[in-house]
């Protein structure tokens, strides 16, 4: 097992400074001055304009901007934006925020997805499997920011269940809403995934074995089935909390959430560079570290597998 980290951990450098380049690449190839930028419509003054792009290296070569930034980044720097603040201050007031929406959308669609998915998987071709079938297919086809608008009108606005915006990030309850939005679409493919998976393995061998020993269903179902029906879910689930992270930018801007999306969406429409390439970071980091995850909780779900 040990031998298998360390090999998992040395292959993440490559992905590391593979994506990590390719995103600096992308942000800083855009066409426009973000300098320029900084004066709105005023005429910036060339000399002025030329010291700033010094002060940020945007005068050096795309390579040894990168490896600079890489090269602050192995100290814990990651760089300053273009208003004078250090990105890190930046990401430490973001990331909490977004941490705890993520986490509470993903515990949402940890319970109900995989809750529904195996009631259905049990009850292939019943009333129940039918109904959370059309529910999770309207669900997907359904953009997310139809549905994030939907829901704050009619919740939030109409019925006044909830607040329609965040105004206190700390209120676990104001995130409520915006959590069960960011989750939906995941949730919808748990379930869809935990019922096929359960519903294959029910006709398994080794389920007919069991049954025929005359284990209790709660067993069978409990440990036998469910062990290895999860694996394909904890591979989606160990993606899917840095797509929610990730793809939280709809979700915030709608419900006004200070969290990773806005930021990442304002630094996207100001030409804010060092802020963008900042927050992709830290979300590849944490791709990096759920798919490591995964990777380990195979052994734990399936005794069969073993790292040599």
Not at 61 to 80: N, R, T
Not at 97 to 124: D, M, P, Q, Y
Not at 213 to 242: A, E
Not at 248 to 275: D, H, K, M, R
């Amino acid at each position: 097992m040990g031998r298998f980290v360390a090999r998992r951990l040395l292959q993440m450098i490559p992905v590391f400074i593979g994506t990590t380049l390719l995103i600096f690449l992308m942000v800083y190839s855009l066409p426009g001055d973000p300098i320029k930028a900084m004066f709105g419509s005023k005429a910036a003054d060339p000399a002025t304009v030329a010291k700033l792009k010094h002060e940020y290296g945007l005068d050096q070569p795309l390579i040894k901007q990168y490896w600079d930034y890489i090269s602050g980044l192995l100290q814990g720097d990651f760089g300053q934006s273009f208003t004078g603040r250090p990105v890190s201050d930046l990401l430490a007031d973001a990331f909490p925020v977004t941490i705890r929406l993520a986490l509470f959308a993903f515990a949402i669609e940890l319970v109900f997805g995989i809750g529904l998915g195996v009631l259905t998987g049990l009850r292939r071709g019943k009333i129940l499997d039918q109904v959370v079938l059309i529910f999770t297919l309207i669900v997907v086809s359904i953009p997310v920011f139809v549905l994030g608008n939907m829901a704050q009108f009619l919740i939030g606005v109409k019925w006044k269940l909830v607040a329609p915006t965040v105004r206190d990030s700390e209120d676990i309850s104001q995130l409520i809403l915006p959590a069960v939005v960011l989750a939906l679409l995941s949730l919808a493919y748990v379930t869809r995934l935990t019922r096929t998976t359960v519903a294959e393995n029910l006709r398994a061998d080794y389920i007919r074995t069991a049954v025929a020993k005359g284990l209790p269903r709660r067993r069978v179902v409990g440990v036998h089935l469910m062990r290895n029906s999860l694996i394909p879910v904890v591979t989606f689930l160990g993606t899917d909390l840095g797509m929610l992270m990730g793809g939280a930018i709809v979700t915030e801007g709608i419900f006004n959430v200070p969290g990773v999306g806005n930021t990442l969406y304002q630094a996207v429409n100001t030409s804010e560079g060092p802020t963008v390439v900042g927050v992709v970071t830290v979300l590849v980091l944490i791709y990096l570290v759920s798919s490591l995850v995964v990777d380990l909780l195979y052994a734990v779900l399936d005794p069969r597998i073993r790292y040599a």
